[in-house]
């Protein structure tokens, strides 16, 4: 489930990110409606610089246009980097507050079952006893009378039944098996 809810989440961001970047269509508009417009001042003041008198000036006077095209090419190129930087910041802030917590809280679990069943591996063949007793604390009564009729005493008075079947529902209750070999 945790896998499933990952790459939904992936999904998501990945279609917000999508949707971010459909804002960058006017600013790649402003982009190249500022290179056509730097362009063509350019142009026109290569040309008017070749007027015999006044060519340098007319071409001075154009080149201004040119710079306010290039400054609206510089703005749309900014604009089309900065929605890039916000559509990525919102897959990734996406991924962050949804999928994170949900991994970090599964591996949380995953570490204490993990360590709960390796301790019971280390006992279950050895010491039946403090698996009977961790069953007596953790189990459910109904659990616990299906092994025993009364768990608390069989368990005190040392009914090597009893407390191999309590041994074995906390084994099971971890998705252990019992050993092959009873030791008691």
Aim: hydrophobic letters at 55%; proline letters at 4%.
């Amino acid at each position: 489930m945790v896998v499933a809810w990952v790459v939904l989440v992936v999904i998501i961001a990945r279609a917000a990110y999508d949707l971010v970047q459909q804002l960058q269509g006017p600013a790649r508009t402003l982009a190249d409606a500022g290179a056509a417009i730097g362009g063509a001042f350019s142009g026109a003041a290569r040309t008017a610089g070749n007027v015999p008198f006044v060519g340098g000036d007319l071409a001075r006077a154009l080149g201004t246009g040119t710079a306010a095209g290039d400054s609206l090419a510089a703005a749309g190129r900014q604009q089309v980097e900065t929605v890039a930087n916000v559509a990525l910041g919102t897959a990734v802030g996406i991924v962050v507050l949804a999928a994170l917590p949900v991994v970090l809280l599964w591996l949380t679990l995953r570490i204490r079952y993990a360590r709960a069943a390796r301790s019971a591996i280390t006992v279950r063949t050895a010491d039946t006893d403090l698996l009977a007793l961790r069953a007596l604390a953790h189990m459910p009564v109904r659990r616990l009378l299906a092994v025993s009729d009364d768990p608390a005493a069989a368990w005190r008075r040392d009914d090597r039944e009893a407390v191999r079947g309590l041994a074995e529902l906390e084994l099971r209750s971890l998705g252990l098996r019992p050993p092959r070999t009873r030791v008691d």
